[in-house]
T-cell receptor, first 118, second 110 residues
Framework: GAVVSQHPSWVICKSGTSVKIECRSL??????MFWYRQFPKQSLMLMAT?????????EQGVEKDKFLINHASLTLSTLTVTSAHPEDSSFYIC??????????????FGPGTRLTVT | AQRVTQPEKLLSVFKGAPVELKCNYS??????LFWYVQYSRQRLQLLLR??SRESIKGFTADLNKGETSFHLKKPFAQEEDSAMYYC????????????FGTGTKLQVIP
């Protein structure tokens, strides 16, 4: 099946610095990708929809200036957490849709990136 | 607003016992409903979707529009079923953003 990768898998950064997380579709092209955030023992909360060649669409309550999304190619979306604070520490997961084995559209998820801000 | 509710955080059953994970939803229009599963140390993956009407790994789920429910069932639980299960919905087609429930951890006791 389709594969989505994320890099890095784990990152530690200091407060006030920025960190970039990459999401790649390895064997398919994706004009749209999705970024989620998952707190410990909680569900996935959609942060934004990444659109290739255009601006991302952010969910209500998500600061677009803090969580910068760039979808520069059909296989890569990046999420940059700017001026990171300890409360940004979380598990960030991306997904990309493509046609699945059933012939229908299906979301494929990356393995996630654990961000720890000290 | 679209919402998915999973009332149970943890469900423990004995091996061989029936399993039912509950899910209720609210959505304006005709959503597509899914169950995703996350095994320990693995990424989230699609288990089944209501449109397919199929049984995957012995699991089935029927969409009840009247009760706005999409409960996941399996007649005989296996140890390998232990995982985190998320009910989710999106617009039709499978290419749109997904709204997840809070998840239910299924623990199958040997």
């Amino acid at each position: 099946g389709a594969v989505v990768s994320q890099h890095p898998s784990w990152v530690i950064c200091k407060s006030g610095t920025s960190v970039k997380i990459e999401c790649r579709s390895l064997d398919f092209q994706a004009t749209t990708m999705f970024w989620y955030r998952q707190f410990p023992k909680q569900s996935l909360m959609l942060m934004a929809t990444s659109n290739e060649g255009s601006k991302a669409t952010y969910e209500q309550g998500v600061e677009k200036d803090k969580f910068l999304i760039n979808h520069a190619s059909l296989t890569l979306s990046t999420l940059t957490v700017t001026s990171a604070h300890p409360e940004d520490s979380s598990f960030y997961i991306c997904s990309a849709p493509t046609r699945g084995a059933s012939g229908r559209g299906e979301q494929y998820f990356g393995p996630g990136t654990r961000l720890t801000v000290t | 607003a679209q919402r998915v509710t999973q009332p149970e955080k943890l469900l423990s059953v004995f091996k061989g016992a029936p399993v039912e994970l509950k899910c209720n939803y609210s959505y304006s229009g005709s959503p597509e409903l899914f169950w995703y599963v996350q095994y320990s140390r693995q990424r989230l993956q699609l288990l089944l979707r209501h449109i397919s009407r199929e049984s995957i790994k012995g699991f089935t789920a029927d969409l009840n529009k009247g009760e706005t429910s999409f409960h996941l069932k399996k007649p005989f639980a296996q140890e390998e079923d232990s995982a985190m299960y998320y009910c989710a919905l999106s617009g039709s087609g499978g290419y749109q953003k997904v709204t997840f429930g809070t998840g239910t951890k299924l623990q199958v006791i040997p």
